[in-house]
C-alpha cells in the first residue's frame, strides 16, 4: 500500500488540495446519488441528472496524471 506522502506526490497535491478535491466529488456523488434516488420513484424528476453528473465528472478527472494511469490500468 501507498503512503499518503506518495499518493500526494502522484496526484500533485498537497494534503488540504487533495482533501477539498475529495470532499468536493464526494458531494458532487452524493447529489448525484439523491437525484438518482429522486428519479426512480419520480421519473419525470431529473432524467438527465446522473448520466451528465458522472459525463461532467469524468471529463474533470480524466486529466489527472494519477487518474489516467488508473484508467489505463483498468483497460487492459
Given at each position: 500500500?501507498?503512503?499518503?506522502?506518495?499518493?500526494?506526490?502522484e496526484s500533485g497535491m498537497g494534503y488540504w488540495?487533495?482533501?477539498?478535491?475529495?470532499i468536493k466529488q464526494s458531494n458532487r456523488l452524493i447529489v448525484?446519488?439523491?437525484k438518482s434516488y429522486i428519479h426512480g420513484v419520480?421519473?419525470?424528476?431529473?432524467a438527465s441528472?446522473?448520466?451528465?453528473?458522472?459525463?461532467?465528472?469524468?471529463?474533470e478527472i480524466k486529466?489527472?496524471?494519477h487518474v489516467q494511469r488508473?484508467?489505463?490500468?483498468?483497460?487492459q
Open positions: 500500500m501507498k503512503s499518503a506522502k506518495e499518493h500526494f506526490e488540495a487533495h482533501l477539498g478535491h475529495s448525484l446519488a439523491v419520480l421519473p419525470w424528476f431529473f441528472s446522473g448520466p451528465v453528473g458522472i459525463y461532467r465528472i469524468y471529463k486529466h489527472l496524471h488508473i484508467f489505463k490500468n483498468e483497460d
